[in-house]
């Protein structure tokens, strides 16, 4: 452990019995902190708090008690996705305590490498990715935080010999403190998440913090096709390991050569490369070698290479994961071929800029299913690709009118809206045959729903699943 008795005696509130909170709860309990859990949702409903309880860890369920928070807690662990204004968490900042997620306590707790990855869109493809970059170069890596395994978990699992590698959201990035990566990755900035955040700027400001401990002994990897990612550059000490896809970079990066012009097609045969601190050129693949379809994760590629790189892996390493890998679950997966017409789960895209970016990497006539939670959005980001790329949509949930409007005014006549059923995967399952009845041999269904899913489903691998389940059965 980097500082063993950084919480020893401490007295710590961990707010969310999700995965990360009773993980960083556990974690803080065997430091030797002595840890209050809090979770509004009601003792049935926490199934979690007895375990926590058989280890001397106090669990209060059912709401927020007005002493929970008080001048004697040390620090508050939170829930990435509780907002700052819910009462626990005002209050303790009112009162000038600490309050951090889970990551935070985590990299306190461990002297390992730390590659740390955030984004909009591409997080847990590039997270992944780079896990298999790494294992392919014996570098021993574990694959952690967002994607799944809280850090904490990974931090008290790791040896000398292993890499970090950690998926981060704005939410865990915003509720950090000191936290430092030895390599921090930035793939891009969309307009997303601002019923969270409120604003942009705090949005980039939370993706940002990735970068904000980083010294000249550290690596910043990000996409310099990215206005707002360049627009970062001036306020990072740590040294600039750029990717592009529109640019043969002429300091140390890693590029498409020859590079993509926007807007044009042609056949040219292009290369990743990496150029090194001496200016030497090292050619690593030719991209159409590369295992993921679209445009889109040729980006992706880019930031694993560089992020991989850095961590100490050779370029000669990195070919066959870049070959071989074929995606994560819920990201453009293909499903099957019913009939003639193939089926892809992009259940991930919650945002707009999402489902523009699974639009472009296939290239074949798209009925797409989309529409979920409503945070406001005019969805008119989907229109040039709705009129380039979509020959019908199917709209659900809260966003289905807006969804609809947005095709009505790209020139679609084939636009559906499924009204809400008895269940939500009743619901998908009817967008799902529409789809089917008006897509053609040849052609592609697509769920890329630009939403979050809490309208209808859990998570969006809830209705990830639900959409396989049911092109299976079709």
């Known amino acids: 452990m980097k500082h063993p008795d950084e919480y020893r005696g401490r007295q710590v509130v961990v707010l969310g019995l999700a995965k990360s909170g009773v993980q960083v709860a556990k974690t803080l309990h065997r430091s030797g902190a002595v840890v209050t859990v809090n979770d509004k949702k009601t003792r049935e409903e926490c199934p979690e708090a007895s375990e926590l ?110 890499r970090l590698v950690v998926e981060l959201s704005s939410f865990q990035l915003k509720g950090t403190r000191e936290f430092r990566p030895a390599v921090a990755v930035l793939l891009n900035v969309a307009k997303t998440h601002l019923d969270y955040h409120g604003t942009m700027e705090d949005y980039v400001a939370s993706k940002a913090k990735l970068f904000a401990n980083q010294t000249d002994s550290d690596t910043a990897v990000l996409n310099w096709d990215d206005p707002v ?9 740590a040294k600039l390991l750029p990717f592009s896809m529109a640019e043969e970079l002429r300091t140390a990066g890693v590029y498409v050569q020859p590079s993509f012009i926007p807007g044009v097609q042609d056949n040219l045969t292009r290369h990743i490369v990496y150029r090194d601190e001496a200016g030497a050129e090292h050619r690593i693949l030719d991209i159409a070698e590369i295992g993921l379809a679209g445009r889109f994760n040729i980006g992706n590629a880019l930031a694993a290479v560089a992020a991989s790189l850095t961590a100490g892996a050779a370029p000669e390493a990195l070919v066959e994961p870049l070959r071989s890998f074929r995606g994560v679950e819920h990201r453009l997966e293909f499903v099957e071929v019913k009939s003639g017409v193939a089926y892809y789960n992009n259940s991930k895209a919650t945002n707009s800029k999402a489902t523009v970016t699974a639009l472009g990497a296939l290239d074949r006539p798209i009925v797409l299913i989309a529409g979920g ?89 809830e209705r990830g699943r639900i959409f396989k389940e049911a092109v299976h059965t079709l």
């Open 53 to 162: 309880e058989a280890l001397g860890i106090s669990v209060v369920c059912g709401g927020h008690p007005e002493g929970l928070i008080h001048a004697g807690v040390d620090l508050v662990v939170k829930n990435p996705g509780i907002p700052y204004s819910a009462p626990p968490v005002a209050k303790a900042e009112k009162l000038g305590i600490e309050v951090v997620t889970e990551v935070e306590v985590a990299y306190h707790l461990t002297e390992v490498p730390i590659i740390g990855i955030t984004g909009s869109n591409g997080k847990t493809t590039t997270t992944t990715w780079i896990g298999k970059m790494l294992e392919s170069a014996g570098l021993h890596p574990i694959i952690a935080g967002n994607i799944g395994t809280p850090l904490c978990a990974a931090a008290e699992e790791a040896r000398p010999e292993n």
């Open 229 to 237: 990612c360049r627009e970062l550059v001036p306020y990072i000490k």
């Open 373 to 461: 939670l409503d945070r406001g959005s005019d969805y008119m980001e989907l229109l040039p690709a709705f009129k380039e790329k979509v020959k019908a949509v199917v709209a659900i949930g809260q966003t289905k009118e807006k969804i609809g409007r947005v095709a009505e005014l790209a020139g679609l006549s084939d636009i559906v809206l499924v009204d809400t059923g008895t269940s939500a995967a009743d619901t998908l399952r009817e967008a799902i045959k529409a789809a089917a009845g008006l897509a053609a041999d040849g052609d592609v269904v697509l769920l890329s729903p630009a939403c979050a899913s809490w309208d209808m489903f859990s998570s969006y691998e």
